[in-house]
């Protein structure tokens, strides 16, 4: 027995139905769910010791507003990317949330972000909702990747001070821009234009043995979700007689 062809309503209530699931897969500013505790001993702010290498930088960053990150650290990938986190408790929290940088890496009881204390408070409605939000410890969560952003701020050099010039030089970037991971470094020579890709010794700290002579130009490697890769070249160079524990500004800010 024959089947009856389908009506061109239902064709189309499918068609619309798969659209919808293929745009909810691929949607890079949609929330998704999750939960959220807080450094229980945080003076307010992060820590200077996360494991993005940051240093007391990392306590400080757009105003403490900072969180360590579990599968979202991504091998150190992660360190420096910003976040909306909003909790979903109607009686404390607000639509808007929080905005955090991610700088340090840890997880408690299935949670993806273990925010500083300001940031965690930062999501109630009022101060005095705050205290009450942060009586429950940990909270359920939406969450999306938002474009960072540090007005009047170029992207910064800090040479780690475990550096030791000529033979060894380590270093993090600072106030990382936009939306998308820095997922390669290089250092070229500016006399001859010869490159040295560098490591990732962990979080956002890049390190290279017997690094280049001479001035010394940088090259960062920004990734987007969907694949697109940007080369970007910083207006100012590293100076040839670099120092350990030194911040360099690039000249460059960085929106993409």
């Not at 949607?27 to 003076?43: E, G, K, M, T």
């Not at 560098?198 to 940088?218: K, N």
Request: proline share 4%.
């Amino acid at each position: 027995m024959a089947s009856s062809p389908q009506s061109p309503f239902l064709l189309f209530a499918t068609l619309l139905f798969l659209q919808t699931l293929a745009e909810a897969a691929t949607c890079s500013d949609c929330f998704i769910h999750s939960r959220a505790a807080y450094y229980p001993n945080s003076d307010e702010q992060g820590t200077d010791r996360g494991q993005c290498g940051f240093g007391s930088f990392g306590a400080t960053i757009n105003g403490g507003d900072v969180s360590a990150a579990s599968n979202l650290y991504r091998d150190g990938v992660g360190c420096g990317a910003c976040y909306q986190v909003r909790c979903t408790n109607s009686n404390y929290c607000t639509d808007k949330g929080v905005t955090i940088v991610i700088t340090d890496h840890g997880s408690s009881d299935n949670t993806d972000f273990i925010l500083s204390r300001r940031a965690f408070g930062h999501m109630a409605q009022t101060k005095d909702a705050a205290a009450p939000l942060l009586s429950l410890g940990i909270v359920d969560i939406e969450y999306r990747r938002v474009s960072c952003s540090y007005p009047n701020k170029n992207i910064t050099i800090k040479i780690d001070e475990n550096s030791n010039y000529p033979h060894y030089l380590a270093f993090v970037i600072w106030y990382q821009q936009g939306k998308r991971d820095i997922t390669a470094v290089q250092l070229c020579e500016t006399q001859n234009f010869v490159c040295k890709l560098l490591d990732r010794s962990y979080g956002a700290v890049w390190t290279t043995t017997s690094p280049p002579s001479g001035p010394l130009s940088l090259r960062m490697l920004f990734s987007g979700e969907d694949g697109d890769e940007t080369w970007v070249v910083p207006v100012n160079n590293i100076p040839h007689d670099w120092k350990a524990g030194e911040t360099y500004d690039t000249g460059v800010q960085v929106d993409v």
